[in-house]
T-cell receptor, first 113, second 117 residues
Framework: GENVEQHPSTLSVQEGDSAVIKCTYS??????FPWYKQELGKRPQLIID?????GEKKDQRIAVTLNKTAKHFSLHITETQPEDSAVYFC????????????FGSGTQLTVLP | NAGVMQNPRHLVRRRGQEARLRCSPM?????VYWYRQLPEEGLKFMVY????????ESGMPKERFSAEFPKEGPSILRIQQVVRGDSAAYFC???????????????FGEGSWLTVV
């Protein structure tokens, strides 16, 4: 089955700096790669996703890049703000009956004011 | 359009009791997923269901855990004879049928926090 690895496990940045979180996946059939943000005691919320036919996607301060050859994808947050502090999870899923998401282990992002 | 609805939000059970967690998917969604999140850990896939059919239960423990999604009513995750190690947040998520709408995208409910004492 799919295996997703995520690094780093913790990340502290100064407000206004950029944050980058990286994930690798094992199943070359995976074609969908979402990122979720989870605040303490809350549900995971989808913040951005990318499909395998696209190399990069951007939404305001958030961008995701995908390298299918190397089987890795990254989340980039620019101009970080204290409210960006949360745990971020990457995930991967495949087509058809394999469409359930396999999650990375999470990155605790802390934005220092 | 209501999101994924889970209840109860918090549940306390004594060791050996049964826990039943319910999930109603988003309107128009026909697929339901259950994930477990242990304290300060990631989300682990448990089971993937559509109406009256279990598609993938590869993440379900072999004993004491079962899930269903009947033709009418919510999906139910049932844990029999709970033990302390079952204490976790259980998240339900839903998605449209493959090829419909946003495809693989899944949306999570607020979770059910189970505490076994």
């Amino acid at each position: 089955g799919e295996n997703v690895e995520q690094h780093p496990s913790t990340l502290s940045v100064q407000e206004g700096d950029s944050a980058v979180i990286k994930c690798t996946y094992s199943d070359s059939a995976s074609n969908y790669f979402p990122w979720y943000k989870q605040e303490l005691g809350k549900r995971p919320q989808l913040i951005i996703d990318i499909r395998s036919n696209v190399g990069e996607k951007k939404d305001q301060r958030i961008a995701v890049t995908l390298n299918k050859t190397a089987k890795h994808f990254s989340l980039h947050i620019t101009e970080t703000q204290p409210e960006d502090s949360a745990v971020y999870f990457c995930a991967a899923s495949g087509p058809g009956s394999a469409r359930q998401l396999t999650f990375g282990s999470g990155t605790q992002l802390t934005v220092l004011p | 359009n209501a999101g994924v609805m889970q209840n109860p939000r918090h549940l306390v059970r004594r060791r050996g009791q049964e826990a039943r967690l319910r999930c109603s998917p988003m309107k128009g969604h026909s697929h339901v997923y259950w994930y477990r999140q242990l304290p300060e850990e990631g989300l682990k896939f448990m089971v993937y269901l559509q109406k009256e059919n279990i598609i993938d239960e590869s993440g379900m423990p072999k004993e004491r855990f079962s899930a269903e999604f009947p033709k009418e009513g919510p999906s139910i995750l049932r844990i029999q004879q709970v033990v302390r190690g079952d204490s976790a947040a259980y998240f339900c998520a839903s998605s449209p049928r493959p090829g419909q709408g946003s495809g693989n995208t899944i949306y999570f409910g607020e979770g059910s926090w189970l505490t076994v004492v």
